[in-house]
């Protein structure tokens, strides 16, 4: 914990790419990273590398930032009847996604294209070893793409 608190910079630098897509505040974010050393710290004494805590941390770090991005914004109601009622016009609501989604995949690669297609297919959120798997990659290149089709899709927009 000591070891974040004096690296608060190194976070925030590593965060910074992924901080406007991220629902998460500044203790959380502190919180992840706190995580993340420890498993760091894990990974480098399981490993016998121990000088290596920082570059395993910037991986464990990035990656859990990557998913804090990928993730939907929740709201919390303390009742039920606060609840927004379901749209009568969910098939032209349809079209229109549809229309903004094949607009925004416009402006990535169409290696880029490929892999945001797949991950939009999919019934469940697929992890970064799945898509790794599936288009026989390594988990830092598919991390590499997401953060990539992130960013070009965010400044298309």
């Known amino acids: 914990m000591l070891w974040v608190s004096e690296n608060r910079k190194l976070i ?17 974010l502190v919180q992840e990273a706190t995580i993340a050393a420890y498993k760091a710290m894990l990974v ?16 464990i770090f990035k990656t ?7 993730g939907i914004q929740t709201e919390f109601y303390l009742e039920i009847h606060n ?18 989604v094949e607009e925004a995949l416009k ?4 290696r880029q294209r490929e892999i945001c297609i797949w991950l939009l297919e999919q019934p ?16 830092r290149h598919a991390c590499r793409l997401i953060s990539n089709s992130i960013k070009r899709i ?4």
């Open 124 to 139: 469940e959120p697929a992890s970064t070893p799945e898509l790794a798997e599936e288009f026989n990659i390594s988990r």
């Open 107 to 110: 402006s990535v690669s169409k």
């Open 83 to 100: 609840l927004p009622a379901p749209d009568l016009r969910e098939e032209e609501q349809h079209y229109e996604d549809l229309e903004l």
């Open 12 to 28: 925030r630098q590593i965060a910074s790419p992924y901080r406007r897509y991220m629902v998460a505040e500044n203790a959380d």
């Open 64 to 70: 859990n930032c990557i998913k804090l991005a990928s």
């Open 44 to 59: 480098a004494r399981k490993k016998a590398k121990h000088k290596q805590f920082v570059p395993f941390f910037r991986v």
């Open 154 to 157: 965010a400044g298309a927009v």
